[in-house]
């Protein structure tokens, strides 16, 4: 097929492709995202119990959750939306019925015989905006052989992600399961704690997870940053500043010593966004003070990773180099971010200068041409949805 845009209709097909990328990401940031399943497993008198802090709406719908990234992507996101509308006593009373296929599994065996988990009790919170998903607290039990050594966990295909933590012990297995996967045997004993390599190797696409697809507050103000200019050094700088002040909040959040609300940072994040949005429909070059300003914005952003590992835990005396492998896992999902934005914008330049050649006139000739047309139109849609976040995470 022959390539024939003017620079007007090549701008504006790619403006338009820009335009409905962020719009997307902007529509799922109040969607029901889908979160990792938190299970917290103890073995002592002989009885196990695991507790569950999980999305039950989502798995009563049969949502894969393996497959999507938001319950409002997937095929039966109907039903997810009318049970997420009952009250919770009523998803409660239902919640039961999942068992029945999970001990077939079995969801849970210790010394290599099957483990039949019953409900003991499920707490619905209530009160949670219909426009967010609900977290259950789900308490199994069941009873196990005295003397027994060893435990494994089943975590079913299309139940997404779970975080695993053993209780109890002295130095209690943390391990991450994919939907499908089955556990390692688990000391019950305990001395079942990770390794610092292993502890920093699973903990990164727990980091980069949080970039892409699922933190669309930080791709974003990342995006933001990109959008400024066509020049590598005024990126750098600013990544380093950014980089630089999450990890420091990231740190202090995680050790417990900095602990800001949520309703202060989530709105302060959103300014961000805002900001520099605006900054970069106006100014085409770093100026000496953005730097700071973005190391400020990387404090916010960083108190928000901190806040990620706090739902997922990070493993006892294997703190450090599982934080150190969540924060590379942010930077490769922030690269990542970087490189993609990059590479549209290359290939729609590409695709002007063939029509150039084939005798368009008036064809974009040069990156930093259709780099500004999409940076200006970029950050203005940057920054219209961070206001809105801003209104949203403020009032409403």
Do not use: C
């Not at 938190?38 to 507790?51: T, Y």
């Not at 050594?149 to 933590?165: D, Y």
């Not at 004993?189 to 980069?208: D, H, K, L, M, R």
């Amino acid at each position: 097929m022959r390539i024939s845009l003017t620079h007007s209709r090549l701008k504006l097909a790619l403006l338009a492709l820009l335009s409905t990328v962020i719009l997307s990401l902007a529509s799922g940031a109040r969607a029901h995202e889908v979160q990792p399943t938190i299970g917290d497993l103890s073995v002592a008198d002989g009885q196990a119990e695991l507790i569950l802090r999980i999305n039950l709406e989502a798995f009563l719908a049969g949502i894969d959750l393996d497959a999507v990234q938001d319950t409002n992507d997937a095929e039966n996101a109907g039903d997810y939306d009318s049970l997420r509308a009952l009250p919770g006593d009523e998803i409660a009373g239902r919640a039961p019925r999942l068992l029945e296929g999970w001990n077939a599994l079995p969801l849970l065996s210790v010394d290599g015989s099957p483990v039949v988990l019953e409900s003991v009790e499920v707490t619905v919170p209530e009160g949670i905006d219909e426009e967010l998903a609900r977290v259950s607290e789900w308490r199994l039990r069941g009873a196990v052989p005295e003397g027994a050594q060893s435990a494994t966990v089943i975590w079913p295909s299309g139940a997404g992600a779970m975080v695993l933590r053993q209780q109890g012990v002295e130095a209690p297995f943390t391990g991450y399961l994919n939907g499908g996967d089955t556990s390692p045997e688990v000391a019950l004993g305990g001395g079942g704690a990770q390794s610092g390599w292993e502890a920093f190797a699973s903990y990164i696409p727990v980091g980069f997870d949080h970039i892409l697809p699922q933190g669309l507050d930080h791709i974003l103000f990342v995006l933001g940053l990109f959008f400024l200019s066509t020049h590598l050094g005024p990126l750098l700088w600013q990544v380093s500043a950014f980089t630089l002040a999450h990890t420091v909040t990231l740190a202090l959040g995680a050790l417990g010593l900095v602990n800001i609300p949520g309703s202060i940072v989530e709105p302060l994040i959103a300014a961000s966004i805002v900001y520099v949005g605006v900054e970069n429909i106006f100014v085409s070059g770093l100026s000496r003070w953005r730097p700071l300003v973005v190391f400020g914005f990387g404090l916010l952003h960083g108190l928000g990773f901190a806040s990620v590992l706090g739902e997922f835990g990070l493993p006892e005396g294997q703190f450090i180099p599982a934080l150190i492998g969540f924060n590379v896992g942010v930077e490769v999902g922030q690269l990542a971010v970087i490189a993609m934005a990059a590479v549209l914008i290359w290939f729609a330049t590409k695709a002007a200068q063939v029509a150039r050649l084939e005798g368009s006139e008036g064809a974009v000739r040069d990156y930093p041409v259709m780099f500004r047309a999409v940076s200006v139109t970029g950050s203005l849609l940057i920054a219209v949805i961070g206001a809105w976040w801003v209104v949203e995470r403020v009032f409403l």
